[in-house]
C-alpha cells in the first residue's frame, strides 16, 4: 500500500486505512519507517499558520449541526453540502463548505482536565500537561527540527503565543509582535518597522554593531541559551 502525505496532510482515506492496518501491526514506528524509505509521497508546503480562537461559536452552530438530533440537541441554523460527499456544515459557511477538501473536521475532541488553561496547553503542544516538564508548541518544535534562514525569524506569533518554545529553550521561542494588524490601517511591529524610514547607511552601521555583538560574546553563546535566543531575532 502507497501512502499520500500533501501539503494538505494525510489525507482522510489514508488515515482511515492506517487506522483499519493498526490492528494488523501498522503502527508510528512502521509508518515513520516507511517515510524514512521514500514510501511516503512528501508534501510540498514549507510554511504553516496556526490559528487559535480561544472562544467563538459553538460547534453546534458550524461544523456539527446534528439535523436529525432531537430539538434540545441540534443546532439552530440549516446545515448545507460541502463538496465532500456526506459532509454538511452551517449554511452561514458557504465558502467553506467550497473547499472542504482542504481540510478535516474533528468531532470527537475532548479532554478530562479541570481547568481551560490546561486544556489550551494540551491542544498547543498534543501533550497532556504535568507540573515537572513544560512541553513546546508545535512552532517551536518545527523550528527546531526544520532548518531556516537564521537571518529572519523562523516563528512568528500575532499578536502573542499560546505557549512557548517550553523545554526547547527561548532560543525556539516565536517573535511576538504584541500587536495585531487592523483592516485599512498599516502594521508595523515595535523594533523592525520602516514606516519613519531608514537609510541604508543606518541599516549597514547596525548590521556592523551587531557583528561587533557577535564576535564579542561568540564564546558565551555557545553555552549561554538566553543569548542564542537573543541573537536569533536581533
Known amino acids: 500500500m502507497r ?40 508534501g510540498r508546503a514549507d510554511r504553516a499558520i496556526f490559528i487559535e480562537l480561544p472562544g467563538g461559536p459553538s460547534h453546534l452552530d458550524t461544523f ?17 453540502a460541502t463538496n465532500v460527499p456526506g459532509i454538511q456544515i452551517s449554511e452561514h459557511l458557504p465558502k467553506l463548505a467550497n473547499c472542504a477538501d ?3 473536521i474533528l468531532r470527537g475532541v475532548s479532554h478530562t482536565l479541570a481547568a481551560h488553561r490546561l486544556g489550551r496547553e494540551y491542544v498547543n503542544t498534543g501533550s497532556k500537561p504535568i507540573p515537572a516538564l513544560e512541553y513546546p508548541s508545535y512552532g517551536a518544535v518545527v523550528s527546531k527540527e526544520l532548518s531556516n534562514n537564521s537571518d529572519i525569524p523562523s516563528l512568528v506569533a500575532v499578536p502573542r503565543a499560546g505557549q512557548g518554545p517550553g523545554f526547547l529553550g527561548i532560543r525556539y521561542a516565536p517573535l511576538e509582535t504584541n500587536s495585531q494588524p487592523s483592516f485599512g490601517n498599516p502594521f508595523s511591529v515595535r523594533g523592525i518597522s520602516l514606516a519613519n524610514g531608514i537609510g541604508i547607511d543606518e541599516v ?12 564579542r560574546f561568540a564564546s558565551l553563546e555557545k553555552n549561554d541559551q538566553l543569548l542564542e535566543g537573543l541573537d536569533q531575532f536581533c
Open 102 to 104: 482542504k481540510f478535516a
Open 3 to 42: 501512502y499520500h502525505q500533501t501539503c494538505d496532510g494525510v489525507r482522510r482515506r489514508d488515515m482511515l486505512k492506517a487506522g483499519m492496518l493498526t490492528a494488523g501491526g501498522l503502527t508510528l514506528s512502521n509508518y515513520l519507517q516507511m517515510a524514512h524509505a521514500g514510501q511516503l509521497q512528501t
Open 64 to 80: 456539527d449541526l446534528k439535523p436529525d438530533a432531537p430539538d434540545e440537541f441540534r443546532g439552530s441554523f440549516k446545515p448545507i
Open 204 to 215: 549597514e552601521r547596525r548590521q556592523e554593531l551587531l557583528r561587533k555583538l557577535d564576535r
